[in-house]
Nanobody, 127 residues
Framework: QVQLIESGGGLVQPGDSLRLSCSVSGRMFSRWVMGWFRQAPGKDREYVAAMTWGGGDTDYANSVKGRFTIARDYAKENTLWLQMHKLTTDDTAVYYC???????????????????WGQGTQVTVSS
């Protein structure tokens, strides 16, 4: 059983940076995909970014491309993080990390296909 725990959310101002972490426990496989999604109040869960757990493939939603970076922290082997820069009010949401056993492919942007989820961490961008 895989468990995911997000942390690092908070209240920041527009233009600020923030780094979210996802602590992973349980057995993982290099071909699995780790994704970040977010859900704003009254909206559906939205894809943000994804990468293979073993590295080599990354992908971003157009809305965050060039501002966000997804990566695995190899110093802390079971940690995934999402570095966010130039935050705007549109980035306000609960951010979730998920694990997809099916591997890299068209499903990486579909939250319903993910097998495991964390509880989420709130990011609020406000002046």
């Amino acid at each position: 059983q895989v468990q995911l725990i997000e942390s690092g959310g908070g209240l920041v101002q527009p233009g600020d940076s923030l780094r979210l972490s996802c602590s992973v426990s349980g057995r993982m496989f290099s071909r699995w995909v780790m994704g970040w999604f977010r859900q704003a109040p009254g909206k559906d869960r939205e894809y943000v970014a994804a990468m293979t757990w073993g590295g080599g493939d990354t992908d971003y939603a157009n809305s965050v491309k060039g501002r966000f970076t997804i990566a695995r922290d190899y110093a802390k082997e079971n940690t995934l993080w999402l570095q966010m820069h130039k935050l705007t009010t549109d980035d306000t949401a609960v951010y979730y990390c998920g694990a997809l056993k099916a591997g890299w492919g068209p499903s990486i942007e579909t939250g319903a296909r993910y097998d495991y989820w964390g509880q989420g961490t709130q990011v609020t961008v406000s002046s």
